[in-house]
Structures are given as C-alpha cells and as structure tokens.
Nanobody
Framework: QVQLVETGGGLVQAGGSLRLSCAASGRTLGSFAMGWFRQAPGKEREFVSSINTSGDSRVYADSVKGRFTISRDNAKNTAYLQMNSLKPEDTAVYYC??????????????????WGQGTQVTVSS
C-alpha cells in the first residue's frame, strides 16, 4: 500500500504561484509514474500533469502547459507541482496519484492505483 499526502494548497491571487507537494509512505515511489489531477466544483476530475519513474519524461494538459511544472525526488519519496501564473480557472481540489508499473507517463485516471486526499487551490481574481 502507498499513502499519498498532498500539501501546499491555499488561496492566492491571480498571477501568483503555489508549489504542491505529494509525500508518499508505505512504498518507495521509484516504481510509480506520478500524476496530478484536479477537480473543480460540479466538474469531473481532470488530468493536469504526469511524470515517469525516472523524471525525464513529462506531459501536461494544454490548459497548464507553460505555467505548471511537475517534478519528483525519488530519494525524498515526493512529487511536486510548481504552479505559476495562476488563473481563477485553476481553482480546484488538486490530487496526486501513483501508477505502479507504468514506465512512461499517463493521462488516464484509471491507470493510477493510489490517490491522495487532495488539497484545495483557490485563485482569486
């Protein structure tokens, strides 16, 4: 089992930045692709970004490309999402997720085995 805990959410003005962290326990993350997803009120959970096990391959949703950066530190068993130039439409609960045995990156929610509890990000205009 893997437990994931997201931190770093909060309230920020448009144009500001936040850095989300996803700390894992129970197993090392080195064998897991990591992903970030978000869910706004009344909307389905959507893909934000994914990074492969070694950290040298990343993919982003078009809506965040150029503003968000995903990274990971396997030695610290932690993944990150740096969010810059935040917009009100980025407001959502952000979830990190881990996919075991996925060697590349993945945008598919159903491939992720473990999920965190989520952290709220609110961007005011």
């Amino acid at each position: 089992q893997v437990q994931l805990v997201e931190t770093g959410g909060g309230l920020v003005q448009a144009g500001g930045s936040l850095r989300l962290s996803c700390a894992a326990s129970g197993r090392t993350l080195g064998s897991f692709a990591m992903g970030w997803f978000r869910q706004a009120p009344g909307k389905e959970r959507e893909f934000v970004s994914s990074i492969n096990t070694s950290g040298d391959s990343r993919v982003y949703a078009d809506s965040v490309k150029g503003r968000f950066t995903i990274s990971r530190d396997n030695a610290k068993n932690t993944a990150y999402l740096q969010m810059n130039s935040l917009k009100p439409e980025d407001t959502a609960v952000y979830y990190c997720a881990a996919a075991y045995g996925v060697l590349g990156v993945s945008m598919r929610l159903d491939l992720y085995d473990y999920w965190g509890q989520g952290t709220q990000v609110t961007v005011s205009s």
